[in-house]
């Protein structure tokens, strides 16, 4: 009374054409180009940029780490650098925290 009768597809009707499965397909294709472009090449550039600033440090720059310590690289050792944030204080840090470099001058004792 209350129920309509549910009638079944036939199913030559989803294989007469071969296309209808690329088809349903396509959005999920596209969403994943687009999340490509959007989300994981600019993450990939931006990780190629750091670890060329990061293979790039040298004795003497001053930098920042994700910490938010400023100072001065005194020492560079193959994993750790040794950073000077004040005069005779040294604090010895990854290389991959330092997260930029700053101009020369910067950093004020």
């Known amino acids: 009374m209350f129920i309509s009768n549910a009638?079944?597809?036939t199913a030559g009707a989803a294989s007469a054409d071969p296309t209808s499965?690329?088809?349903q397909m396509l959005p999920l294709?596209?969403?994943?180009?687009?999340?490509?472009?959007v989300m994981i090449r600019p993450?990939?550039?931006r990780q190629k940029e750091h670890k060329a600033m990061v293979e790039a440090l040298s004795k003497g720059d001053e930098v920042i780490t994700a910490g938010g310590?400023?100072?001065k690289?005194?020492?560079?050792?193959?994993?750790y650098l040794t950073v000077e944030i004040a005069s005779g204080v040294e604090i010895q840090v990854q290389r991959t925290s330092v997260v930029q470099v700053l101009p020369k001058?910067?950093?004020s004792k």
């Open 7 to 9: 009638f079944a597809q």
């Open 21 to 23: 499965g690329f088809l």
């Open 29 to 37: 294709v596209a969403v994943f180009v687009v999340m490509y472009f």
């Open 43 to 45: 993450q990939m550039k």
């Open 69 to 71: 310590m400023l100072g």
């Open 73 to 79: 690289v005194s020492k560079i050792g193959e994993q």
């Open 105 to 107: 001058g910067t950093v």
